[in-house]
Nanobody
């Protein structure tokens, strides 16, 4: 089985930074892809970033490109989302996801096999 545990959320002022962590446990196939989704009240769930286990092919939603960076620590089986220059519109619950493959973020596909419980990120003006 796969477990995904997010941490690192919190409240920051606009322009600040946060780093989210996703500690993953489980087989390598099911965690081949790790990624982040977010959902704000009244808005559709949005894919934020994805990355493969070897660090290959990191991808980002246009809304966060240039501000966020996804990375992985293979030894710890942990994914990170470094969020810089945060904006109020980044406020959302952020979920870690895993699966055998990373879907194109523009496809809108969210059928990943495993989801974490989420961590709240709040950005104030």
């Amino acid at each position: 089985q796969v477990q995904l545990v997010e941490s690192g959320g919190g409240s920051v002022q606009a322009g600040g930074s946060l780093r989210l962590s996703c500690a993953a446990s489980g087989d390598s196939v099911s965690t081949n892809c790790l990624g982040w989704f977010r959902q704000a009240p009244g808005k559709e769930r949005e894919g934020v970033a994805t990355i493969y286990s070897n660090g290959y092919f990191p991808r980002y939603a246009d809304s966060v490109k240039g501000r966020f960076a996804i990375s992985r620590n293979s030894a710890k089986n942990t994914a990170y989302l470094q969020m810089n220059n945060l904006k109020p519109e980044d406020t959302a619950i952020y979920y870690c996801v895993s699966g055998d493959r990373c879907w194109d973020l523009e496809s809108g596909r969210d059928d990943y096999a495993y989801w974490g419980q989420g961590t709240q990120v709040t950005v104030s003006s």
